[in-house]
Structure formats: structure tokens, C-alpha cells
């Protein structure tokens, strides 16, 4: 009996397929138990090579790298530097003049025959301080001195020193009049840097909101990869059960030639899968502003943040309405420009106004010489009979005469009024029409601005309830799809069914787990597009602007 079994044992045709019959109920039971009637899928877990990256690592490297950040970084510096220039127009002036003049002349006096020419020297120097004033009026005082030296005889003075000190204000009563006008350029050159400020929170913005799709959009990619994998090992196990059972004749061939037709097209979607991960992390890579050499370009990145969901999400509507009109960049920026538009325009009607200047100055002057030697003819005769010697009659010095303005009173005063009228004007009526005409065009565009913002965060909160529905859905469908797929496996063994519809049932499987895996990435997306639309996607992930900003101030020094 003995050498019969070992016979047995040594002739595997008789006795194979009498085993495989025997264990293909077991076979079937581990296709159930592994994956053809599973509960859904859980997310993918990131390959075994490769960056594991968190949401918060990815944005922070994101805001680190982005080049259309460190451009928006400049502007509210470049803003700021305009605020010290409108500054500057009313920052006051000291300037220094000096002068040396030396003036020959031909000499046809009858008393300085001997000498043909007379040589005259003039000196001169002024300081000056001005101040102009944002009333529209202008302070200016002016110390001057003049040395004057001559050879002709005929000056009895010589050389003679002079000073004068000048007080003058001039102030506009009409055009220009009033601190309101004269500070239009600062008040505009601040508001265009918070309008700087907001373009730069804008941009933040929308980095986040881009990396944030990129990054579920990766995930998703993941998970979606693993589902068609887990799909075709099921058709490839699916086939390995029809080629047994063609072979102990309880199938036809028929079936391994459609398990066949379904292993290679679901071969084909993993390649469509593998392709779309690639573009996926290259997206993200992009979106994250890596250069070439970052090693991210060769090591995959795989995103380890699961997307979270919450099924009792609910969003008031009319308050994210509200909470966008106070937060939005795009309507801050717009209301800032209004604001500069309500200065441009009372700008331009203060051009339409005359020019009436008046004027009120008050001087100061002292005067200081030396006589010199004279010859006088006293008899008529032509010839100088009497000679006079040099002598000091006055004090001698430039520092003397300047003393005089403090010590003696030689003043002078003047007021004065100065009206120009123009005639037609009509540049400055252009000017006045062009800046209503585009407050105007700006208030429509706030009006639109204000309508898309409804619209936009409308259609987002829409998005967030539509998301959370699709996700509940999903999860009931892969619940039901699982059912299904149990009991058509269970009329497959008994061969109730037929290959092909048993790979339908598990493509609507593996098709009900992907859309659970796309809703709940699709959900985190409407909620990043919700945050945009009302403005607050900065804030609610806790990236604080203003430090953002301040690395460009680290790198420009300001005066």
C-alpha cells in the first residue's frame, strides 16, 4: 500500500488537479478576505524612498522660495522710500553763494590821465535757508556781503563793505492754499504702501492656496495609484484562479482571455497613474519654487498629511460674505486707490483756482568803507591844487558792517500781492476731468469687485457643502460597492456569473474608492478656495504677513 501512495506521489498528473479542486475554495475565501470585498481603502502610505512632507513643511517652503513673494517683497519698501521723498518736498534748505569779480575799464577822466584804465574788484557771498511749508507759503532768510574795491579816484569810499540780512515769506492764498492740498503726495505715497502691503498679502495668498492644491492634489495621486495597483493584483489573482480552472475543465478558456484583456488594461491605467503622481510632484515642486539642484528633483516627495474632513462642517453664509468685504486684498487695494482718487481730484480743482501770492519782507543792512586820498582842483584850473589824505572816516571791515544789522537799525519793509489769472485753462480743466472720470470708472469697478466677491464666496461655500455631501456619499457607495462585490465573488465560485462581470463589480469598487480619496481632496480644496475668497488664508494657517515683509526690509537699508 505503501509503494502505491509513493506512486501516487510520483505521478503529479493524477493527483494535481484533485488537490487544486480542494483548495481552490480556499483560494477564493483569501481573494475575499485580501482585497475583492474589503472595506474601503485607507489613504496610501507614502513609498518606502523617498521626502516625507508635511502641508506646514510644504508652505513653509513655499513662502521661503517663491520668487513672486521676494518680487512683492520690494514694493512696500519702494512705497515707503516714495513716503521719505513726498516727505522731502517740505524739508527746508541751506545754501551757500560766493562770488569774485574783477571789472577793467578804460579811464577818460581828466584827472587820471596817467592812469588809462581803473580796475574795479568785487566780492560777494550769501547764505540762505529755506523752508517750505505745507500751508502753501515758503520762509526764506538771506545774509549777504559785498566787498567792493575800486582804483578810480573819483570814489571817495573805497573799499566799501556792505551787509544785508532779508526776511521773506510768501504765501499762496488761492491755488495751492492750505495744509489739506500741499499734503496730497504723502497721503497718497501711504496709502500706495499699504496698497503694496496688501498686494504682498495677495500674493502670500495665493501661494498658500497653490501649494495647498498641489499638495492634495499629490496625495491624491498616491492614493489613486495604490487603488489601481490593489486593482490589478485582484485581476491578476482573478486570472490565476481562471487558468486553474481551465485546467481541471470546470471553465473555458474564454475566461482567462478576458482576465487576460482585463490584467492589460488595468495595467494601462496604473501606467496613467504612475505618470499623473510624476506631474503631480512636479507641480508641487514647482509650486514650491525648488531649483534645479534641490535633491527633491531626484528623491520623490510624498506627502505624510492626511486630509482631514469634517462631516458637520457648516459655513454662514452672509458672515463670510461680510468677513470678505473686510479682508479681501483685492477690495482693500481698491479702496485705498478711491481714497488717493478723492485727493487727485481736489488736486486738480485746486488747479482751476487763480494764483494770488502775497509777499511780506523785512531787511536789514549795514555799510562800512574807508575814504581814500583825493586831489581836488580848487582854482578851475584843470590841475588838482588840493590833496586830501586817506583816512577813516568809517569802520573798515566786513565784520563792522554786519555788526550794523544788530547794532544800528537801517532797515526796510515790503508787503506785496501778486494775482495771476488764467486765461482759458484748459490743461488744468483736462487734468480735473480725467481724475473725475476715472473716480468714476473706479467706484463701477469696486461695485463689480463687490458683486464677484458674493459670487466667489458664494460658489466656495457651495463647493464646501457639495464636497462634504460627495465625501458621505462615497463612503456609502464603497460600502455598498463592497456588498455587491461579496456576493457576485459568491456566485462567481458557484458559477452563477462570469469573469467579466465579476471585474465590473470590481471596477466599480476601485472606482467608488478613488472617488472617496478625490471628494476628501476636493473638500480641503474648496475649504483652502473659501478661505481665499473671503480673504483669510493667511491668517487661518497662521502665517503672520508682517514678518514675511520685514525679511525684505532686512535686506534694503533705509535712511
Given at each position: 500500500?505503501?509503494?502505491?501512495?509513493?506512486?501516487?506521489?510520483?505521478?503529479?498528473?493524477?493527483?494535481?488537479?484533485?488537490?487544486?479542486?480542494?483548495?481552490?475554495?480556499?483560494?477564493?475565501?483569501?481573494?475575499?478576505?485580501?482585497?475583492?470585498?474589503?472595506?474601503?481603502?485607507?489613504?496610501?502610505?507614502?513609498?518606502?524612498?523617498?521626502?516625507?512632507l508635511t502641508l506646514r513643511e510644504a508652505l513653509a517652503l513655499a513662502l521661503d522660495n517663491n520668487?513672486?513673494?521676494?518680487?512683492?517683497?520690494?514694493?512696500?519698501?519702494?512705497?515707503?522710500?516714495?513716503?521719505?521723498?513726498?516727505?522731502?518736498?517740505?524739508?527746508?534748505?541751506?545754501?551757500?553763494?560766493?562770488?569774485?569779480?574783477?571789472?577793467?575799464?578804460?579811464?577818460?577822466?581828466?584827472?587820471?590821465?596817467?592812469?588809462?584804465?581803473?580796475?574795479?574788484?568785487?566780492?560777494?557771498?550769501?547764505?540762505?535757508?529755506?523752508?517750505?511749508?505745507?500751508?502753501?507759503?515758503?520762509?526764506?532768510?538771506?545774509?549777504?556781503?559785498?566787498?567792493?574795491?575800486?582804483?578810480?579816484?573819483?570814489?571817495?569810499?573805497?573799499?566799501?563793505?556792505?551787509?544785508?540780512?532779508?526776511?521773506?515769506?510768501?504765501?499762496?492764498?488761492?491755488?495751492?492754499?492750505?495744509?489739506?492740498?500741499?499734503?496730497?503726495?504723502?497721503r497718497i505715497a501711504r496709502r500706495n504702501l499699504s496698497i503694496s502691503e496688501s498686494q504682498f498679502?495677495?500674493?502670500?495668498?495665493?501661494?498658500?492656496?497653490?501649494?495647498?492644491?498641489?499638495?492634495?492634489?499629490?496625495?491624491?495621486?498616491?492614493?489613486?495609484?495604490?487603488?489601481?495597483?490593489?486593482?490589478?493584483?485582484?485581476?491578476?489573482?482573478?486570472?490565476?484562479?481562471?487558468?486553474?480552472?481551465?485546467?481541471?475543465?470546470?471553465?473555458?478558456?474564454?475566461?482567462?482571455?478576458?482576465?487576460?484583456?482585463?490584467?492589460?488594461?488595468?495595467?494601462?491605467?496604473?501606467?496613467?497613474?504612475?505618470?499623473?503622481?510624476?506631474?503631480?510632484?512636479?507641480?508641487?515642486?514647482?509650486?514650491?519654487?525648488?531649483?534645479?539642484?534641490?535633491?527633491?528633483?531626484?528623491?520623490?516627495?510624498?506627502?505624510?498629511?492626511?486630509?482631514?474632513?469634517?462631516?458637520?462642517?457648516?459655513?454662514?453664509?452672509?458672515?463670510?460674505?461680510?468677513?470678505?468685504?473686510?479682508?479681501?486684498?483685492?477690495?482693500?487695494?481698491?479702496?485705498?486707490?478711491?481714497?488717493?482718487?478723492?485727493?487727485?481730484?481736489?488736486?486738480?480743482?485746486?488747479?482751476?483756482?487763480?494764483?494770488?501770492?502775497?509777499?511780506?519782507?523785512?531787511?536789514?543792512?549795514?555799510?562800512?568803507?574807508?575814504?581814500?586820498?583825493?586831489?581836488?582842483?580848487?582854482?578851475?584850473?584843470?590841475?588838482?591844487?588840493?590833496?586830501?589824505?586817506?583816512?577813516?572816516?568809517?569802520?573798515?571791515?566786513?565784520?563792522?558792517?554786519?555788526?550794523?544789522?544788530?547794532?544800528?537799525?537801517?532797515?526796510?519793509?515790503?508787503?506785496?500781492?501778486?494775482?495771476?489769472?488764467?486765461?482759458?485753462?484748459?490743461?488744468?480743466?483736462?487734468?480735473?476731468?480725467?481724475?473725475?472720470?476715472?473716480?468714476?470708472?473706479?467706484?463701477?469697478?469696486?461695485?463689480?469687485?463687490?458683486?464677484?466677491?458674493?459670487?466667489?464666496?458664494?460658489?466656495?461655500?457651495?463647493?464646501?457643502?457639495?464636497?462634504?455631501?460627495?465625501?458621505?456619499?462615497?463612503?456609502?457607495?464603497?460600502?455598498?460597492?463592497?456588498?455587491?462585490?461579496?456576493?457576485?465573488?459568491?456566485?462567481?465560485?458557484?458559477?452563477?456569473?462570469?469573469?467579466?462581470?465579476?471585474?465590473?463589480?470590481?471596477?466599480?469598487?476601485?472606482?467608488?474608492?478613488?472617488?472617496?480619496?478625490?471628494?476628501?481632496?476636493?473638500?480641503?480644496?474648496?475649504?483652502?478656495?473659501?478661505?481665499?475668497?473671503?480673504?483669510?488664508?493667511?491668517?487661518?494657517?497662521?502665517?503672520?504677513?508682517?514678518?514675511?515683509?520685514?525679511?525684505?526690509?532686512?535686506?534694503?537699508?533705509?535712511?
Open positions: 500500500m505503501r509503494k502505491n501512495f509513493l506512486k501516487t506521489i510520483k505521478q503529479p498528473a493524477s493527483w494535481l488537479p484533485a488537490l487544486l479542486i480542494l483548495l481552490l475554495p480556499a483560494v477564493v475565501a483569501a481573494q475575499q478576505g485580501t482585497g475583492a470585498s474589503r472595506m474601503p481603502m485607507e489613504p496610501a502610505a507614502p513609498e518606502s524612498e523617498g521626502v516625507p520668487l513672486n513673494i521676494a518680487v512683492r517683497r520690494y514694493e512696500p519698501i519702494v512705497s515707503e522710500a516714495d513716503i521719505l521723498f513726498e516727505r522731502g518736498v517740505f524739508e527746508p534748505t541751506l545754501s551757500f553763494a560766493g562770488s569774485q569779480q574783477e571789472l577793467t575799464s578804460l579811464s577818460v577822466d581828466p584827472f587820471t590821465q596817467s592812469q588809462p584804465s581803473v580796475v574795479n574788484n568785487i566780492r560777494a557771498g550769501s547764505v540762505t535757508f529755506s523752508d517750505p511749508l505745507s500751508s502753501g507759503g515758503r520762509l526764506t532768510a538771506t545774509f549777504r556781503g559785498n566787498m567792493f574795491r575800486s582804483g578810480d579816484p573819483r570814489f571817495a569810499i573805497s573799499p566799501v563793505f556792505s551787509s544785508d540780512l532779508i526776511l521773506t515769506y510768501d504765501q499762496s492764498l488761492l491755488r495751492d492754499f492750505g495744509f489739506d492740498v500741499n499734503k496730497t503726495g504723502i498679502r495677495q500674493a502670500v495668498i495665493d501661494t498658500i492656496n497653490n501649494v495647498e492644491k498641489a499638495y492634495w492634489d499629490l496625495k491624491f495621486a498616491l492614493q489613486d495609484l495604490e487603488v489601481k495597483r490593489h486593482s490589478m493584483r485582484l485581476s491578476q489573482e482573478t486570472m490565476a484562479q481562471n487558468k486553474i480552472r481551465v485546467e481541471v475543465g470546470t471553465m473555458a478558456p474564454i475566461e482567462v482571455t478576458t482576465a487576460e484583456a482585463e490584467v492589460a488594461s488595468r495595467h494601462q491605467e496604473v501606467l496613467l497613474a504612475e505618470n499623473a503622481l510624476e506631474n503631480s510632484r512636479d507641480l508641487l515642486l514647482l509650486r514650491l519654487n525648488q531649483p534645479k539642484t534641490s535633491p527633491l528633483w531626484v528623491l520623490p516627495v510624498n506627502p505624510v498629511d492626511e486630509p482631514p474632513f469634517d462631516p458637520e462642517m457648516t459655513i454662514d453664509l452672509e458672515a463670510a460674505i461680510q468677513e470678505a468685504y473686510a479682508n479681501r486684498p483685492d477690495l482693500e487695494q481698491t479702496q485705498f486707490l478711491l481714497e488717493n482718487d478723492e485727493d487727485i481730484v481736489a488736486r486738480a480743482r485746486n488747479g482751476l483756482r487763480m494764483d494770488l501770492t502775497a509777499r511780506a519782507q523785512y531787511q536789514r543792512s549795514g555799510l562800512t568803507g574807508k575814504n581814500t586820498a583825493q586831489a581836488l582842483d580848487t582854482d578851475g584850473d584843470g590841475i588838482p591844487d588840493l590833496f586830501i589824505p586817506a583816512r577813516s572816516l568809517l569802520n573798515d571791515s566786513f565784520s563792522d558792517a554786519a555788526s550794523q544789522i544788530y547794532d544800528e537799525i537801517f532797515d526796510s519793509w515790503l508787503v506785496s500781492l501778486n494775482l495771476a489769472i488764467p486765461l482759458g485753462n484748459k490743461q488744468a480743466k483736462a487734468r480735473f476731468l480725467n481724475a473725475r472720470l476715472r473716480q468714476e470708472q473706479r467706484r463701477e469697478f469696486l461695485d463689480a469687485q463687490e458683486l464677484d466677491t458674493v459670487i466667489s464666496v458664494r460658489n466656495s461655500a457651495r463647493a464646501v457643502h457639495n464636497t462634504v455631501e460627495r465625501v458621505q456619499a462615497a463612503r456609502v457607495n464603497v460600502r455598498l460597492q463592497r456588498e455587491r462585490l461579496s456576493a457576485e465573488n459568491k456566485r462567481y465560485e458557484n458559477g452563477m456569473t462570469t469573469t467579466f462581470n465579476l471585474f465590473q463589480f470590481q471596477d466599480d469598487l476601485t472606482q467608488a474608492e478613488s472617488m472617496v480619496s478625490l471628494a476628501l481632496v476636493d473638500y480641503n480644496k474648496a475649504l483652502s478656495d473659501l478661505e481665499t475668497a473671503k480673504g483669510t488664508l493667511a491668517r487661518s494657517r497662521g502665517v503672520i504677513v508682517q514678518d514675511l515683509m520685514a525679511q525684505g526690509r532686512a535686506v534694503v537699508d533705509l535712511p
